[in-house]
């Protein structure tokens, strides 16, 4: 079985503002409650949904909190979004806390070794969210 990494939780803290700008501008006229698979223009493929109750912070099958800011929870390959500035960003020494100094991706979402078609797979319904092997219900 093939397997590979996957960033889950809102993509808006991992992707720079030009990469968010055109992802979310694929969406922009859709309500998201059924969850969407886009396509950037260089290949890179993303999967989100809208949460039922918009930003704040949503628990996981894996006991983990996410974090929302955009109203929506994805999932990509790592490989997709390894490259973004946003996502190498260091939290600062002086930040409060256990996250201090670490990537700021690690502070917020999780990163998981999944099989590849637990990304094809990927689903949400009106704030119920299936994210490979992780099941998020933000109802």
């Not at 260089?42 to 099958?61: E, I, M, N, P, V």
């Not at 990509?76 to 939290?91: G, S, T």
Request: net charge negative; charged share 30%.
């Amino acid at each position: 079985m093939e397997m590979n990494k996957y960033y889950i939780g809102d993509l808006c803290y991992v992707l720079d503002d030009t990469t968010y700008d055109e992802l979310f501008g694929l969406v922009e006229d859709d309500c998201l409650t059924k969850g969407k698979f886009v396509t950037l223009k260089d290949g890179r493929k993303f999967f989100l949904g809208r949460t039922a109750h918009g930003d704040g912070g949503y628990f996981g099958s894996d006991g983990q909190q996410y974090g929302v800011d955009s109203g929506t929870i994805g999932i990509a390959a790592l490989e997709d979004i390894c490259h973004e500035k946003k996502f190498n960003h260091r939290i600062p020494d002086e930040f409060p806390g256990p996250r201090a100094g670490k990537l700021y991706h690690e502070g917020i979402s999780q990163i998981y070794m999944m099989p590849i078609d637990s990304f094809e797979r990927s689903s949400s319904n009106k704030g119920k969210f299936q994210l490979g092997k992780i099941s998020i219900d933000t109802r």
